[in-house]
């Protein structure tokens, strides 16, 4: 069964950076694109960012556009989040989803989250 | 961009029907997916591609996407279920993974 652990959370000054990581077991991780999804504290999902199987493709939510940067190691089972110019807004707990591609596949594997706490 | 508008909150007595629903611009047109997620766990996928369940889920389940809005339903709710309920679509323009806002439910 699939399964991803994600790391790298924790508190954080207004304008500092963090660097989140995913590592990934039970599933074909080079075949799907990596997500990463946020939940603010006493909030809804918010998708963040996405990278391809391949990193031919990458996208980013226009909040974080610019100050986030997302990457994957295919041959490490792994995908980061580098975080950088970090605000209060910011705050949130982490997911890394992994997606199969394929428009009728939901979200099926989650972690437990990482979380990321913007505060002087 | 999509944007998927649901009810903040549900009740409903143990026994009953929970009905959730997911408004969107043509969203009969889109894949409809959606998430469970319990109090101070990470989400977990119900039903994907409006009627597809994940093994290990119960047959109570059903879903209808027609026009603008998709509907998930849950018969014989029980405390267990609990839970808030979050839809999800990818925007047909950006190709980007839309959620809802979330309706929590409670049980009676």
């Known amino acids: 069964e699939g399964q991803v652990v994600e790391s790298g959370g924790g508190l954080v000054r207004p304008g500092g950076s963090l660097r989140l990581s995913c590592s990934a077991s039970?599933?074909?991780?080079?075949?799907?694109?990596i997500n990463w999804v946020r939940q603010a504290p006493g909030k809804g999902l918010e998708w963040v960012s996405s990278?391809?199987?391949?990193?031919?493709?990458?996208d980013y939510a226009d909040l974080v556009k610019g100050r986030f940067s997302i990457s994957r190691d295919n041959a490490q089972n792994s995908a980061s989040l580098q975080m950088n110019n970090l605000r209060v807004e910011d705050t949130a707990l982490y997911y890394c989803?992994?997606?199969?591609?394929?428009?009728?596949?939901?979200?099926?594997?989650w972690g437990q989250g990482t979380m990321v706490t913007v505060s002087s | 961009s999509s944007v998927l508008t649901q009810p903040p909150s549900v009740s409903v007595a143990p026994g009953q029907t929970a009905t959730f629903t997911c408004a969107g611009n043509?969203?009969?047109?889109?894949?409809v997916h959606w998430y469970r997620q319990k109090a101070g766990q990470a989400p977990a996928l119900v039903v994907s591609?409006?009627?597809d369940r994940p093994s290990g889920l119960p047959e109570r389940v059903s879903v209808s996407n027609s026009g603008n809005t998709a509907t998930l339903s849950f018969s014989h709710v029980e405390a267990g279920d609990e839970a808030d309920y979050y839809c999800?679509?990818?925007?047909?323009?950006?190709?980007?993974?839309?959620f809802g806002g979330g309706t929590k439910l409670t049980v009676l």
């Open positions: 989803v992994p997606w199969a591609g394929g428009y009728r596949d939901g979200f099926d594997i």
């Open positions: 039970g599933f074909t991780f080079s075949t799907h694109t």
């Open positions: 990278i391809s199987s391949s990193s031919y493709y990458i």
């Open positions: 043509k969203i009969g047109n889109k894949f």
């Open positions: 591609a409006d009627s």
């Open positions: 999800q679509v990818r925007d047909s323009i950006s190709d980007r993974p839309v």
